[in-house]
């Protein structure tokens, strides 16, 4: 017989069907690093199990905070089905185990240093996120660029990146109402989160810095951002305008 | 050889399946509204199931054919004419090089496609070329942009097209609405849902309400999603939930009561709690009606609307 989970254990995770072609596999309900690499370690797991061909019913697994949404190939398999064997697989204590034991990445190449220019002129709330904290515009600086970020999940827009955790004085909500053109590279924070605007589009969290750049970031990566001054700013802004200009 | 917009209309997409495989990293898979007048469109021109076409929202389309071949126009029952003489949908036709179509406002539905033997030739972009304005993907210039007056989309001549003349479905794909005409103008129309995401933490009367009462569809709807209309709110007991992946067909709940459904082009992951998902059915549906059209939800099993894809998919030959 195989190992079973005691009575008083709690599963890590409920299978629930999300559509007819879909599973949502939901964790713990907080937002947690923590739980966020279970999440990515059984997105892993499953992964392996459809590129070695075990699982070819499984077509597309799309990560989240604490969630991970399972793709069905339908030919293949029933919803009820598939959720019955993701559910004997995260009842195996091994699994289990597994997947308590993942950690947030903690690879060299998955760490990635973002410049950013916190300056009024480029951000155009980083006056109101100052006054609103009750700190200068300085310690505001100080402490956006002081934690390593987890990306907990890309989503809202392509390669938007939902960067984590913004340190406590600067946990500030939303816009009321939504800026119709947040320009490419902005740097914005909405309580526990911060996140680069990809390119320009509506957004409504508060702009606190802009980027010159940045890479593709993927769930799990780690992100430092670095403050570079106004002129710093320009002077890149201007070189990667003419580099495209030569194109 | 291609076609060229003479009239893009209020707006006309390029289409193929969908841009699958990129939700991780918050890339939406687009793709036809109404997938099962797609799948025809291309069937019954012998087309790959995944080939590309337009799909023409609310009519207003003007086209010019600059070499021959074979074409149908499914969904939606826009007034369609070609050199003036009009020409029925849901069969196919044939076009000689100079052959202008016209496809006009009024009608039945909301979304018709143009296909052409052989499909619509264009750059696809992360292996699609569906256009997602909001993402800016895909399209003529894979920049998201919805085709425009002047543009030219390249078809090549297919080999024995003249036989694909007069094809049609075995049964009508057109879209069944509620008309003076069909006399079912006092029914809602039934949208099937499978329960999902928050359900079980809605309170028991909110969830027979979900079901019991009629909502309207409202002119808040794009491809991203249509806002309907209840005379209840629906009410939310909780406290916010962390945001989660968001499938094709979510009913979402927002803080004011009144439903969301989110079709092809919505944001991959989502704030507000759900309560069901429509099937591939009651997508393709909803994806027709106009503001004002009343609809019911009814609940079948995650199983039976499975089933039902899976038939579907393998009657389309469809493969992701």
């Given at each position: 017989?195989?190992?079973?989970?005691?009575?008083?254990?709690q599963?890590?995770?409920?299978v629930?069907?999300?559509?007819?072609?879909a599973l949502?596999?939901?964790?713990?309900?907080?937002i947690?690093?923590?739980?966020?690499a279970?999440v990515?370690?059984?997105r892993?797991?499953?992964?392996?199990?459809q590129?070695?061909?075990?699982?070819?019913?499984?077509?597309e697994?799309?990560p989240?905070?604490?969630?991970?949404?399972v793709h069905?190939?339908?030919?293949?398999?029933l919803p009820?089905?598939a959720?019955?064997?993701?559910?004997?697989?995260?009842?195996?204590?091994?699994?289990v185990?597994?997947?308590?034991a993942?950690?947030?990445?903690?690879?060299?190449?998955t760490?990635?240093?973002?410049?950013?220019?916190?300056?009024?002129?480029?951000?155009?709330?980083?006056?109101v996120?100052?006054?609103?904290?009750?700190?200068?515009?300085?310690e505001v600086?100080a402490l956006?660029?002081?934690?390593?970020y987890?990306?907990?999940?890309?989503g809202?827009?392509?390669?938007f990146?939902?960067?984590?955790?913004?340190?406590?004085?600067?946990r500030?909500?939303r816009?009321?109402?939504?800026?119709?053109?947040?320009?490419?590279?902005?740097?914005?924070i909405?309580?526990q989160?911060?996140a680069?605007?990809?390119?320009?589009?509506?957004?409504?969290?508060?702009?606190?810095g802009?980027?010159?750049?940045?890479p593709?970031?993927?769930a799990?990566?780690?992100?430092?951002?670095?403050?570079?001054s106004l002129?710093?700013?320009?002077?890149?802004?201007?070189?990667?305008?003419?580099?495209?200009?030569?194109? | 050889?291609?076609?060229?917009?003479?009239q893009?209309?209020?707006?006309?997409?390029?289409q193929?399946?969908?841009?699958?495989?990129?939700?991780?990293?918050?890339?939406?898979?687009?793709?036809p509204?109404?997938?099962?007048?797609?799948?025809?469109?291309?069937?019954?021109?012998?087309?790959?199931f995944?080939?590309?076409q337009?799909?023409?929202?609310l009519?207003g389309f003007?086209?010019?054919?600059?070499?021959?071949?074979?074409w149908v126009v499914?969904?939606?029952?826009?007034?369609?004419?070609?050199?003036?003489?009009?020409?029925?949908?849901?069969?196919?036709?044939?076009?000689?090089?100079?052959?202008?179509?016209?496809?006009a406002?009024g009608?039945?539905?909301?979304?018709?496609?143009?296909?052409v033997?052989?499909?619509l030739?264009a750059?696809?972009?992360?292996?699609?070329?569906?256009?997602?304005?909001r993402?800016?993907?895909?399209?003529?210039?894979?920049?998201?942009?919805a085709?425009q007056?002047?543009?030219?989309?390249a078809?090549?001549?297919v080999?024995g097209?003249?036989?694909?003349l007069g094809?049609?479905?075995g049964?009508?794909?057109?879209?069944?609405?509620?008309t003076?005409?069909?006399g079912?103008?006092?029914?809602?129309v039934?949208l099937?849902?499978i329960?999902?995401?928050?359900?079980?933490?809605?309170?028991?009367?909110?969830?027979?309400?979900?079901t019991?009462?009629?909502?309207?569809?409202?002119?808040?709807?794009?491809?991203?999603?249509?806002?309907?209309?209840?005379?209840?709110p629906?009410?939310?007991?909780?406290a916010?939930?962390?945001?989660?992946?968001?499938?094709?067909g979510?009913?979402?709940i927002p803080?004011?009561?009144?439903?969301i459904?989110?079709?092809?082009d919505?944001q991959t992951?989502?704030?507000?709690p759900k309560?069901a998902?429509?099937?591939?059915?009651?997508q393709?549906?909803?994806?027709?009606?106009?503001?004002?059209?009343?609809?019911?939800?009814?609940?079948?099993?995650?199983?039976?609307?499975a089933?039902?894809?899976?038939?579907?998919y393998?009657?389309?030959q469809?493969?992701?």
């Amino acid at each position: 017989m195989t190992a079973r989970l005691s009575d008083s254990q709690q599963p890590l995770a409920q299978v629930e069907i999300a559509a007819a072609d879909a599973l949502l596999v939901r964790f713990a309900n907080r937002i947690d690093r923590k739980i966020n690499a279970q999440v990515l370690a059984l997105r892993d797991v499953l992964q392996q199990r459809q590129q070695s061909g075990q699982w070819p019913w499984l077509l597309e697994l799309a990560p989240a905070y604490h969630s991970l949404l399972v793709h069905l190939d339908i030919r293949h398999i029933l919803p009820d089905a598939a959720q019955h064997q993701i559910q004997q697989l995260l009842a195996q204590p091994e699994l289990v185990l597994q997947l308590q034991a993942a950690m947030p990445a903690s690879k060299p190449d998955t760490i990635h240093q973002i410049d950013v220019c916190y300056h009024p002129k480029l951000a155009a709330d980083l006056q109101v996120i100052a006054s609103a904290a009750n700190l200068s515009v300085a310690e505001v600086i100080a402490l956006h660029t002081q934690p390593t970020y987890h990306v907990y999940a890309l989503g809202f827009a392509p390669q938007f990146a939902y960067l984590g955790d913004v340190p406590e004085p600067l946990r500030l909500p939303r816009l009321a109402t939504p800026r119709q053109q947040v320009p490419a590279g902005s740097v914005a924070i909405a309580n526990q989160q911060t996140a680069i605007y990809p390119r320009t589009s509506p957004g409504g969290w508060q702009l606190i810095g802009r980027a010159v750049s940045w890479p593709q970031l993927q769930a799990g990566d780690q992100v430092r951002f670095r403050s570079i001054s106004l002129s710093h700013y320009q002077q890149a802004a201007a070189a990667i305008h003419s580099a495209s200009a030569r194109e | 050889m291609s076609l060229r917009i003479l009239q893009s209309g209020p707006l006309t997409t390029l289409q193929d399946f969908g841009r699958f495989g990129y939700l991780h990293q918050g890339i939406s898979v687009g793709g036809p509204l109404d997938e099962q007048a797609f799948l025809w469109a291309n069937r019954l021109l012998n087309n790959h199931f995944n080939a590309a076409q337009l799909e023409i929202t609310l009519g207003g389309f003007r086209a010019e054919f600059t070499a021959a071949t074979a074409w149908v126009v499914t969904g939606a029952e826009l007034p369609m004419s070609l050199n003036g003489q009009p020409v029925p949908a849901q069969q196919v036709q044939l076009a000689a090089a100079g052959d202008v179509l016209t496809v006009a406002p009024g009608g039945v539905g909301l979304r018709a496609y143009l296909a052409v033997a052989g499909g619509l030739l264009a750059t696809p972009l992360y292996g699609s070329v569906a256009t997602v304005v909001r993402d800016g993907l895909g399209g003529l210039q894979q920049q998201g942009q919805a085709v425009q007056s002047g543009d030219q989309i390249a078809y090549a001549t297919v080999p024995g097209y003249r036989t694909l003349l007069g094809r049609r479905p075995g049964r009508s794909v057109a879209p069944q609405l509620p008309t003076a005409a069909t006399g079912a103008r006092d029914k809602p129309v039934i949208l099937e849902v499978i329960a999902s995401g928050q359900y079980a933490q809605f309170e028991p009367e909110q969830q027979q309400l979900f079901t019991d009462q009629l909502y309207q569809v409202t002119p808040a709807q794009d491809r991203m999603g249509v806002r309907l209309a209840a005379a209840e709110p629906l009410q939310w007991p909780h406290a916010q939930i962390i945001s989660e992946p968001l499938p094709v067909g979510a009913v979402q709940i927002p803080p004011n009561g009144q439903p969301i459904v989110m079709l092809k082009d919505r944001q991959t992951l989502g704030g507000y709690p759900k309560l069901a998902t429509l099937t591939w059915r009651a997508q393709n549906t909803l994806a027709q009606l106009p503001a004002a059209t009343e609809i019911q939800f009814r609940w079948v099993s995650a199983t039976a609307a499975a089933r039902h894809l899976q038939q579907v998919y393998q009657f389309f030959q469809v493969q992701r």
